[in-house]
């Protein structure tokens, strides 16, 4: 499988505060990999130095076997963890304005994830329930086809019902073409769809593993890895 994300020792500082420590890490296509760890861990920051959105101080990134660049952007679909979206659209202007901003965006895909999520296009933005914002915001996020998805907390303090329905939607986006990225400090929610996990703490790696392959349940796993960290 070609690697589609690599970092190579790539640190990040805030003044005094280091986000990430000599960060290595090496992504497959084809996987749903879960960045795991506490909030302030380095999750949002190592997703954001992937995106671009900031600029690591060491270290080399390569997206897709290209060193990390305004341009690598497009072969990623970033979901934040912050809402963007105007109150004032409807769920169709959202679907209109990623259309014209992303070449690669499918509309078909759009209204087949709409249908799934349960969501009406001619709803505006400002009535949804927290909920369906954030299904709103995965629905644009995976419409677009490319190699590489970040979700960044997608599933945050939502409802168990959302929550299953999100995760077996990103499920059903991966294919051999893709990888997607979830960073998250809930273990037990995301358990059952990620095949490789990445553990990271006060801004370092800790490891990074095939859940398959450690015998136990993932929590209990992560559990005995942070007590010893």
């Known amino acids: 499988m070609a690697r589609v994300v690599e970092l190579q020792n790539v640190t990040k500082r805030y ?21 795991l760890g506490p909030n302030g861990s380095g999750k949002t920051t190592l997703m954001k130095t992937i ?6 101080q060491e270290g080399k990134i390569l ?17 934040p963890d912050r809402e963007f979206l105007y109150d004032s659209m409807k769920i169709e ?5 990623y259309q014209e901003m992303f070449q690669d965006f ?12 349960g969501l009406n296009t001619s709803d505006y933005i400002n009535t949804l329930s927290k909920g369906n914002k954030e299904k709103a915001v995965l629905m644009l996020t995976l419409s677009r086809k490319v190699p590489i998805y970040l979700l960044d907390e997608p599933l945050g303090s939502l ?12 499920k059903r986006t991966i294919n051999s073409d893709n990888t997607i990225i979830i960073s998250t400090h809930l273990i037990k929610d995301t358990e059952e769809i990620i095949d490789e996990g990445v553990f990271i703490k006060n801004g370092s790696i800790i490891t990074q593993f095939d859940v398959k392959s450690i015998g136990k349940d993932l929590e209990s796993y992560y559990l005995e890895v942070f007590s010893n960290v």
């Open 106 to 117: 499918d509309l078909n895909t759009a209204n087949e994830l709409c249908r799934l999520l």
């Open 93 to 97: 202007d959202a679907i209109k304005y």
């Open 51 to 56: 995106m671009r959105i900031i600029r690591e």
């Open 159 to 170: 409802d168990p019902l959302i929550k299953h329905e999100m995760l077996t939607v990103i």
């Open 63 to 79: 997206i897709n076997g290209y060193p990390a660049s305004y341009e690598t952007r497009k072969f990623i679909s970033f979901m």
């Open 15 to 35: 003044g005094k505060v280091t986000a990430l420590q000599n960060a290595n890490l090496s992504i497959e296509t084809g996987k749903i990999i879960g960045l």
